[in-house]
């Protein structure tokens, strides 16, 4: 069983940056970041795999960067230009194979 720990969630104000990480326990081929919003449901923000291929939801392209370390198992959310549309529950997401992973969520707030 692999655990998830994000850090990283803040207040910030639009049009500021925030970067989000992640601590994974073991080795996972697909990390990634999820987020939910209140009253919706959880959306893909990103995702990078082991050799580094990565994809963005239409929403944060230009704007958010993920990133990988394999050799320490974590993985982050570099996040500029902010919107109060970003605000979520941001979750860590890892998938090994066939298992899926998920951390306890993070809280980004984007507001002035």
């Known amino acids: 069983q692999v655990q998830l720990v994000e850090s990283g969630g803040d207040l910030v104000q639009p049009g500021g940056s925030l970067r989000l990480s992640c601590a994974a326990s073991g080795s996972i081929v697909i990390m990634g970041w999820y987020r939910q919003a209140p009253g919706k449901q959880r959306e893909l923000v990103a995702t990078?795999?082991?050799?580094?291929?990565?994809a963005y939801a239409d929403s944060v392209k230009g704007r958010f960067t993920i990133s990988r370390d394999n050799a320490k198992n974590t993985v982050s959310l570099q996040m500029n230009s902010l919107k109060p549309e970003d605000t979520a529950v941001y979750y860590c997401?890892?998938?090994?194979?066939?298992?899926?992973?998920w951390g306890q969520g993070t809280q980004v707030t984007v507001s002035s």
């Open positions: 990078i795999s082991a050799i580094g291929n990565t």
């Open positions: 997401y890892g998938r090994q194979i066939v298992r899926e992973y």
